[in-house]
């Protein structure tokens, strides 16, 4: 027990000081820019908890972050890097936009059936790299990220062709029809955006959370994460788990483009996702995959991300340097400062040693 704390007073430590680092470059950064950092600080402040339009701003942003980063989770705990979590998401969301736009239900039912829909095919996108990964052990890394640019493109060419439309169409023109109004989401803030989409990432990390904590299917997916030969030899079979895991991960990103469509877009636009899975690979990283921790810092991001659209809007500062200080801060939490800092006053005790033997000598 006592152990356990002193790790988490550690990794707590680890956060804050990864946060005085970035904080400090940003102030730097911003003051280059000829810009107040207090001013831009407080500006991200207001836009994320300021009023009604912020917390829903938040709470719109913190969605897909949940999300995604669940299904980040689910890879990373296997020891799998499924790095095409963006490109599941977009085959996700145009499948979610067809079914809410063509397929006519009953109003709850027909978002059920689309959140399904866009879950199903956004594993459907990740069967090859994940039968490379699981039978034939190709990293899964090269593949799942050149699987993101085939789904832009891809899911560009399928909606030019379902509209009719020319390949030299102005991409801002590139969209399905609206859906239905039985497959939108409910707004919880009317008239902002956010809306019941944040139940269904909730659910997802409880599942997620419940899942790894107390099922043996989720101890056997995080044992292969932790050594694959011990948990082959303890009976798990390594190659349908993989596959399974790969699938499992790649519907949760599904449902993420689902909730973005039957939400805030209502049909699916070329690029109408930017980073999305990268901001669920980043967050599973800064929150160590434990889905308690990564549900925090979700929530957080979104946070972050709905302030500095704001900050962009009323001060002179550009949202791009809330996006490095972000990439900076995931890069300063996988460092091990305590142990940074230990083997630094190791080598310093070394050298003194070795200069007073040196005095030593020379006196004696």
């Known amino acids: 027990m006592k152990l356990l704390i002193n790790k988490n007073i550690k990794l707590v430590l680890n956060y804050l000081l990864s946060l005085i680092i970035v904080l400090l470059i940003a102030s730097i950064l ?58 599941q998401i977009y085959f996700g969301a145009l499948s979610a936009a067809i079914a809410g736009a063509f397929i006519q239900l009953p109003s709850f039912i027909h978002i059920i059936f689309c959140i399904l829909v866009g879950g199903i095919f956004g594993a459907i996108f990740a069967i090859i790299p994940a039968l490379l990964k699981s039978y ?21 060419f399928i909606t030019l062709k ?11 023109l590139i969209a399905t029809p609206e859906i239905l109004e039985s497959a939108k989401l409910t707004k919880i803030m009317p008239p902002y955006q956010a809306s019941t989409g944040i139940f269904v990432g909730l659910i997802l990390f409880l599942l997620v ?20 030969k011990f948990a082959k030899y303890g009976g798990v079979d390594d190659n349908k788990t993989y596959f399974k895991v790969f699938l499992t991960s790649a519907f949760i990103a599904g449902i993420c483009g689902s909730i973005e ?11 109408f996702a930017q980073n999305l899975g ?27 991300k709905a302030g500095s659209l704001s900050m962009e809007r009323t001060t002179s500062v550009n949202r791009i340097i809330v996006t490095l200080v972000q990439a900076l801060f995931v890069l300063f939490v996988t460092v091990d400062f305590s142990k940074m800092f230990k083997d630094i006053k190791r080598k310093i005790s070394n050298k003194n040693k070795k200069a007073e033997d040196l005095v030593w000598w020379i006196c004696f």
């Open 30 to 87: 911003i003051t280059i820019q000829g810009s107040n950092p207090m001013e831009a600080i407080l500006a991200i402040v207001n836009g994320a908890i300021g009023s009604k339009a912020a917390i829903a701003s938040s709470i719109r942003w913190s969605i897909p972050v949940i999300i995604s980063s669940m299904a980040a989770i689910v890879a990373h705990k296997s020891g799998i890097n499924n790095l095409g979590l963006d490109g």
């Open 136 to 156: 034939l052990k190709i990293n899964e890394m090269v593949v799942t990220l050149m699987f993101n640019y085939i789904a832009v493109l891809l899911t560009e």
């Open 162 to 172: 379902l509209m009719g439309l020319g390949a030299s169409t102005n991409p801002d």
């Open 209 to 228: 959370f419940i899942f790894y904590k107390f099922t043996k299917s989720g101890y056997e997916w995080k044992m292969i994460g932790f050594n694959q």
């Open 261 to 271: 469509i039957l939400g805030p877009h209502m049909r699916f636009r070329a690029n």
């Open 278 to 304: 990268w901001d669920g690979i980043m967050v599973a990283l800064i929150g160590k995959n434990n889905p308690v921790a990564t549900l925090v810092f979700s929530i957080v991001w979104g946070m972050v």
